[in-house]
């Protein structure tokens, strides 16, 4: 259109004036309907400017290479109105078109996603169901740490094996329920554990060892064999760790049973 604009105006001169005006209906409509690439519009301004440049110097500088009649001149200007209201419906269809496509593939999409949604949610609360309850009724201590040591979550356990209730120990620091070591050292254990966390958050890999926790009722403690893993989120890095109760070997066992006789 731009070079439609500058040769009509090479053609006839002076009295094409009117398509000045119309030369900068293209620019005004190509920047408000076509959303492309930040370079593709300085590309076609570039070009719109350059074409209205050259028709002002040549209406100053150069004569109409064939001049036309006054009667029959109008009929540029009447095929560049024409041509500019055009391209404006060509551009606003386009652009119609665009948005009514994109609104119906969203709508599209939002209908799959509340598909999969309605599908997935009772399969997830059915998963989380199983795996509380797997969770709640193991034997073992299943609970979660942050990278500082604090309990996040504590399953039913702690109840039976530390004497206790899992809420009062989540919010809390692990380190707090590890039982002191022997008379020479009562932070053995504590440093113990401390040392693996931070080796954990280093290389990643399963870690176990032993160590003793508290108990309400039990000054000595009750020996565990502690297993940590790190487990990344898109929340952050949690440790999840398990304590399973270590049984007294079958020669012990035997020795306190006679000595009770």
């Given amino acids: 259109y731009t070079a439609y604009m500058v040769t009509l105006c090479l053609f006839l001169g002076e009295r094409a004036g009117i398509h000045l005006v119309l ?15 930040w370079m593709d519009l300085v590309v076609h301004a570039f070009i719109m ?5 050259v028709t002002l110097v040549a209406y100053e500088q150069v004569a109409p290479l064939y001049p ?25 269809v386009y652009n119609w078109r665009e948005v009514h496509q994109t609104e119906a593939r969203l709508a599209e999409e939002k209908e799959i996603t509340e598909g999969l949604l309605q599908q997935t949610i009772p399969k997830l609360e059915k998963a989380e169901a199983k795996y509380r309850h797997l969770v709640d009724d193991s034997d073992d201590l299943i609970f979660q740490v942050d990278t500082d040591g604090m309990i996040l979550s504590m399953n039913k356990a702690a109840q039976k094996m530390l004497s206790t209730m899992p809420g009062d120990m989540v919010g809390k620091s692990l380190y707090a329920f590890i039982a002191d070591g022997g008379q020479t050292d009562a932070d053995f254990h504590r ?64 020795l306190d049973r006679e000595n009770g006789r």
């Fill in 191 to 254: 440093r113990m554990v401390k040392e693996q966390i931070r080796e954990l958050l280093h290389t990643g890999k399963l870690l176990r060892l032993r160590t003793s926790l508290h108990h309400k009722h039990r000054p000595d403690g009750v020996e565990v064999l502690l297993s940590l893993q790190l487990n990344r989120t898109a929340g952050g890095v949690e440790i999840i760790a398990k304590a399973s109760e270590v049984e007294p070997e079958v020669s012990l066992r035997f």
């Fill in 49 to 53: 400017v350059g074409g209205l440049i």
């Fill in 23 to 37: 030369l900068m209906v293209i620019p005004t409509s190509f920047i408000i309907y076509n959303y492309g690439r």
């Fill in 68 to 92: 036309l009649p006054a009667d029959i001149t109008r009929i540029g200007g009447y095929l560049s109105w024409l041509a500019a209201l055009g391209l404006l419906y060509v551009y606003s």
